[in-house]
């Protein structure tokens, strides 16, 4: 079956731009998740979803970051005003429930602002 | 805290048995994973660990000690596809965060 996808896979924007980052989970999956790895880190952890619950937002690290999730399915991650230290890959995860310890990650958007 | 620590790097020979170390502070996690990511790639999950001791997965073993805040991962019979990076990551208690660390990158030599 499908895995999780992401798009798009690269994204060059100027400082002070908005980005909108997208990710279309596993069918059937009901927690989605958002991490941001900068080159030669781990995952930093950003947002999680689970069904129709108000989202942990609690890794969005500043105001400008905002993410949302669509009839339970596609979410979409925004960044508004674009920062250079904003340059990392985007990576999104599903999981069938959040008590299904498996995350299947998809193969991220690598964003970089000039 | 929320710290989870593992090597930066660490250097093997095909064929060989590798242990990869991960420590954290135990009273922040239950549960500890361990994923796998080549470069360029996504992770894939290797393991997960929620209760002490040793979880065999072909190749791959991953162990827990909750009170010493202490797991490890153990490649056998290394193939040069296992360089990759190795990263450790804790599920935050009363959370459904994963925590990671900044990875272990293995090179596996000839």
């Known amino acids: 079956g499908a895995g999780v996808s992401q798009s798009p896979s690269n994204k060059v924007t100027e400082k002070g731009k908005d980005v909108e980052l997208r990710c279309d989970p596993i069918?059937?999956?009901?927690?989605l998740y958002w991490y941001r790895q900068s080159l030669g880190q781990g995952l930093e952890f950003l947002i999680y979803?689970?069904?129709?619950?108000?989202?942990?937002k609690s890794g969005l690290p500043s105001d400008r970051f905002s993410a949302e999730r669509t009839g339970g399915s596609v979410s979409t991650l925004t960044i508004q005003r674009t920062q250079q230290e904003d340059s990392a890959v985007y990576l999104c995860?599903?999981?069938?429930?959040?008590?299904?310890?498996?995350?299947?990650f998809g193969p991220g958007t690598r964003l970089t602002v000039t | 805290g929320q710290n989870i620590d593992q090597p930066t790097e660490m250097t093997a020979t095909e064929g060989a048995i590798v242990q990869i170390n991960c420590t954290y502070q135990?009273?922040?996690?239950?549960?500890l994973f361990w994923y796998q990511q080549h470069a360029g790639e996504a992770p894939t999950f290797l393991s997960y660990?929620?209760?002490?001791g040793l979880e065999e997965k072909g190749r791959f073993s991953s162990f827990l000690s909750r009170s010493k805040g202490y797991s490890y991962l153990l490649l056998k019979e290394l193939q040069m596809k296992d360089s990759a990076s190795y990263l450790c990551?804790?599920?935050?208690?009363?959370?459904?965060?994963?925590?990671f660390g900044s990875g272990t990158r293995l090179l596996v030599r000839p």
């Open positions: 660990n929620v209760l002490d």
């Open positions: 069918s059937g999956h009901t927690a």
């Open positions: 135990t009273s922040g996690f239950n549960g």
């Open positions: 990551a804790g599920r935050v208690i009363s959370s459904y965060k994963l925590i």
């Open positions: 979803f689970q069904g129709n619950s108000a989202p942990d």
């Open positions: 995860a599903s999981s069938f429930s959040r008590d299904e310890y498996e995350q299947y």
